[in-house]
């Protein structure tokens, strides 16, 4: 979530052809005949898709819990705050959530047609009953595949991206399927057409351009490189197909930024290449392998740079290294800084995430380090042998668990800065540091983001154990230079980056 606006993934449909590779993206001359010629080679692909879900199976796939009774008795202090909402019965079924979404038919694979669509379109597992809308080539009619006829295949939290199946008509009718550009040739300014169901009006489509390319919304996924476009995308349209001029799949419809839940001129979709890629595994396999590193990463800034004394502007810093993990085996330390991965440059965690997460685990992967000592730089090669990425519900329990409430003025221990912080010792993960007990309004800290309960355990590059340490990274800025802060936040490290205070 950010300031001023929202970024809303919104539901529809995609589909793609696994088993063919990307065809190469070519010039194509703008005449007034090609939205209508592109529109009719790629809308018979397009469906429309309805899903229902027991409510209970909703709420525990959008919150990773696995009591949401007990969960939502832990959000509300006492059972009056409770009484104020009405809870529907969490033991049974009757309780649905519908939504409606689109996506695109991809391949044919025996008797059946694969979908590709968004991960928060359908849900996560066949609990979920669904409704497919096809519609004929002519466009004149359309039929409504359910029932056993359509089948969830699997899903993927890290892209939001999802597969489902239709049985192949009885009646020998052949499906179209749309086939996918290599989205990495896409360029900014090139024209699209998003197509879909938009606010339930199916075989829509709305022509832009690419506007941006590899940006980071926040949205559901995790692999967060979306392609930015001017085509017009609203709810419903999460899961269809975003096309090039030669009806090629350049991208999947997932998100919009608005501050009103409806289009205000900016979309945004997954990358064709790594929906593909996604998608194939789910059809071949019915689930994902992933590599894993064991690494937590941030992106190589500015201020991070300034703080640290780099010379490099771009690149991923490696912030934590977890026990018994390939990085840790390779030899990784924190403070290197990964530049390459297998010979192709990173310059953000995105980037990093993404070349890793389409590896599988034993695959090996060679990385450019740059590692930092007094000043001095060293380049060095690692050879890594990657492990089977944990499933996220598996990572966040290895997460220490952090008290989300704090006692605001009951308490006197501990010490405060300029920065606004009220801190205490404390131990988390295996480290020491200090825990953020208060925040003062408004102050540096505040602006900076940081929280109750954020454990602090690097201040400028410097480690902080106590209150002495934690003073002395203060002083280890020019006057005038903000600090950066790394800290633990639910078991993950992240960073802040507060103004140092007027004296």
Same mark, same amino acid.
């Given at each position: 979530m950010r300031s001023l606006r929202n970024f809303a993934a919104f539901s529809l449909f995609l589909v793609f052809a696994p088993v063919l590779a990307p065809a190469q993206s070519t010039d194509a001359?703008?005449? &007034?005949?090609?939205?209508?010629?592109?529109?009719?080679?790629?809308?018979?692909?397009?469906?429309?898709?309805?899903?229902?879900? &027991?409510? @209970?199976?909703?709420?525990?796939?959008d919150y990773n819990v696995d009591n949401m009774e007990d969960f939502l008795h832990r959000l509300f202090e006492d059972q009056q705050s409770m009484q104020r909402f009405r809870l529907p019965d969490y033991g049974s079924d009757d309780f649905g959530y519908r939504g409606t979404g689109s996506g695109v038919i991809v391949a044919r694979k025996d008797d059946w047609y694969y979908v590709v669509t968004n991960r928060h379109v359908v849900g996560t597992n066949e609990r979920a009953q669904y409704s497919v809308s096809l519609t004929l080539s002519d466009g004149s009619e359309k039929e409504v595949v359910e029932g056993d006829r359509v089948e969830w295949v699997g899903d993927d939290s890290l892209t939001?991206?999802?597969?489902? =199946?239709?049985? #192949?008509?009885?009646?020998? *009718?052949?499906? &179209?399927?749309?086939?996918?550009?290599?989205?990495? #040739? /896409?360029?900014?300014?090139?024209?699209?057409?998003?197509?879909?169901?938009?606010?339930?009006?199916?075989? @829509?489509?709305?022509?832009?351009?690419? @506007?941006?390319?590899?940006?980071?919304?926040?949205? /559901?996924? =995790?692999?967060? !490189?979306?392609?930015?476009? *001017?085509?017009?995308? !609203?709810?419903?349209?999460?899961?269809?197909?975003?096309?090039?001029?030669?009806?090629?799949?350049?991208?999947?419809?997932?998100?919009?930024?608005?501050? *009103? $839940? %409806?289009? #205000?001129?900016?979309?945004?979709?997954?990358?064709?290449?790594?929906? %593909?890629?996604?998608?194939? %595994?789910?059809?071949?396999?019915?689930?994902?392998?992933? $590599?894993?590193?064991?690494?937590?990463?941030?992106?190589?800034?500015?201020? %991070? @740079?300034?703080?640290?004394?780099?010379?490099?502007? !771009?690149?991923?810093?490696?912030?934590?290294?977890?026990?018994? *993990?390939?990085?840790?085996?390779?030899?990784?330390?924190?403070?290197?800084?990964? /530049?390459?991965?297998?010979?192709?440059?990173?310059?953000?965690?995105?980037?990093?995430?993404?070349?890793?997460?389409?590896?599988?685990?034993?695959?090996?992967?060679?990385?450019?380090?740059?590692?930092?000592?007094?000043?001095?730089?060293?380049?060095?090669?690692?050879?890594?042998?990657?492990?089977?990425?944990?499933?996220?519900?598996?990572?966040?329990?290895? #997460?220490?668990?952090?008290p989300r409430w704090f006692d605001r003025f009951g308490s006197d221990r501990g010490g405060s800065t300029k920065l606004g912080l009220k801190l205490v010792p404390g131990e988390e993960d295996g480290r020491e540091g200090l825990r953020i007990e208060d925040i003062e309004q408004g102050s540096p800290a505040d602006r900076a983001g940081l929280r109750p309960g954020d454990f602090i355990f690097q201040i400028n590059g410097i480690d902080i154990n106590d209150f002495a340490e934690l003073r002395a990274a203060l002083g280890n800025v020019a006057k005038g230079s903000d600090h950066v802060v790394l800290f633990l936040r639910d078991g993950e490290t992240q960073t802040a980056t507060l103004e140092q205070p007027a004296q």
């Open positions: 001359l703008l005449t &007034p005949r090609t939205f209508v010629d592109v529109s009719r080679k790629v809308l018979p692909a397009v469906v429309s898709i309805e899903v229902e879900v &027991p409510i @209970s199976q909703k709420l525990q796939d939001d991206i999802a597969v489902l =199946r239709l049985r #192949a008509p009885e009646d020998g *009718t052949t499906l &179209p399927t749309a086939e996918f550009a290599d989205s990495d #040739a /896409v360029e900014v300014g090139e024209w699209v057409l998003a197509l879909g169901n938009p606010l339930e009006l199916g075989n @829509s489509v709305s022509q832009g351009i690419i @506007s941006a390319k590899n940006r980071s919304v926040n949205a /559901v996924n =995790r692999i967060d !490189n979306h392609l930015q476009t *001017t085509a017009v995308i !609203n709810p419903g349209n999460s899961g269809g197909p975003l096309v090039n001029l030669e009806g090629k799949i350049v991208g999947i419809n997932n998100a919009i930024a608005t501050d *009103t $839940g %409806r289009w #205000a001129g900016i979309g945004f979709a997954i990358p064709g290449n790594l929906a %593909r890629h996604v998608a194939e %595994r789910l059809i071949e396999d019915g689930k994902i392998s992933r $590599g894993y590193l064991g690494i937590a990463m941030l992106d190589v800034s500015d201020v %991070r @740079s300034s703080a640290y004394a780099l010379k490099l502007k !771009n690149g991923v810093s490696v912030e934590d290294v977890r026990p018994g *993990t390939p990085a840790q085996k390779a030899g990784l330390q924190r403070g290197d800084i990964v /530049v390459e991965v297998n010979g192709e440059k990173v310059s953000t965690s995105q980037d990093l995430l993404a070349k890793i997460a389409t590896q599988t685990a034993g695959d090996s992967v060679t990385l450019k380090v740059m590692r930092y000592d007094e000043g001095e730089s060293e380049e060095l090669d690692f050879t890594v042998e990657l492990m089977e990425r944990p499933s996220e519900r598996e990572l966040a329990s290895e #997460a220490p668990s952090v």
